[in-house]
């Protein structure tokens, strides 16, 4: 969970993502200063109205992209503050995108559906039972939805924002973990080598004339990765 949604992934991509929408819209303030000098001051208010709480450190301009995209980065926004900040980003979302125009409500539909994620396998025992997996599987479809309909809509706008990485596909296949365990409950760090051999298989994979096909690929060089490890312990 950790290295699909907090280490370099799918969360900061989001946060980082509302954050290039909120710094281009007028409705904050009248430029990009002005913009992250509010939001910065309502993420004060929010913190100190709930102590406690892993508290989002002070937002930059250069917190704000990476390699061009939106994404949350910087040494600060370590995995706990990242996880921890899905409260305050619904909270801004709704704060500045309160109509019912396509994008301010799909702006609020994909920060929600990720806060509730985290709370319903936070809250999760060991073993979810079967409606919490049924709602995890809901949530995981309404957050993939929106995160799509966000990169499309980002693409139309010139913002470089709501990239699609392994990552963000992968995402979609925690409701399967969470049949078996809930994976918050198993997050470790040895994850780290998994995730980077499977980056690594797409980026040698995603070219020439298997790009069309290479998630196929991928699963596939994948597949035989793990039947070869069974046969050399043999």
């Known amino acids: 969970m950790m290295h699909l949604l907090e280490c370099k992934g799918v969360a900061p991509v989001t946060f980082g993502s509302v954050l290039a929408w909120l710094l281009s819209d007028a409705r904050v303030g009248a430029n990009r200063e002005q913009r992250l000098a509010a939001i910065n001051a309502h993420r004060e208010e929010f913190y100190n109205a709930r102590p406690g709480s892993h508290r989002l450190p002070k937002i930059i301009e250069g917190n704000c992209k990476r390699d061009g995209w939106a994404n949350l980065v910087g040494p600060a926004f370590q995995t706990a503050t990242v996880r921890g900040a899905a409260p305050f980003f619904r909270f801004i979302a709704h704060r500045y995108c309160a109509t019912m125009h396509v994008r301010d409500a799909t702006l609020r539909a994909v920060v929600a559906a990720l806060d509730d994620l985290?709370?319903?396998?936070?809250?999760?025992?060991m073993f979810p039972p079967d409606p919490t997996v049924?709602?995890?599987?809901?949530?995981?479809?309404?957050?993939?939805?929106a995160y799509q309909r966000m990169r499309e809509l980002s693409r139309r706008s010139g913002i470089y924002a709501f990239a699609v990485t392994p990552k963000t596909h992968k995402v979609q296949h925690i409701p399967k973990l969470a049949t078996c365990i809930n994976p918050v409950r198993v997050q470790v760090y040895a994850e780290e080598s998994m995730m980077g051999s499977?980056?690594?298989?797409?980026?040698?994979?995603?070219?020439g004339r298997y790009r069309e096909v290479v998630q196929n690929v991928v699963l596939v060089k994948q597949l035989t990765g793990v039947l070869l490890r069974f046969e050399l312990d043999q």
């Open 198 to 207: 499977v980056t690594s298989t797409w980026r040698g994979s995603k070219h």
């Open 134 to 145: 049924a709602r995890v599987r809901q949530l995981c479809l309404d957050f993939g939805k």
């Open 118 to 125: 985290y709370n319903e396998l936070y809250d999760a025992p």
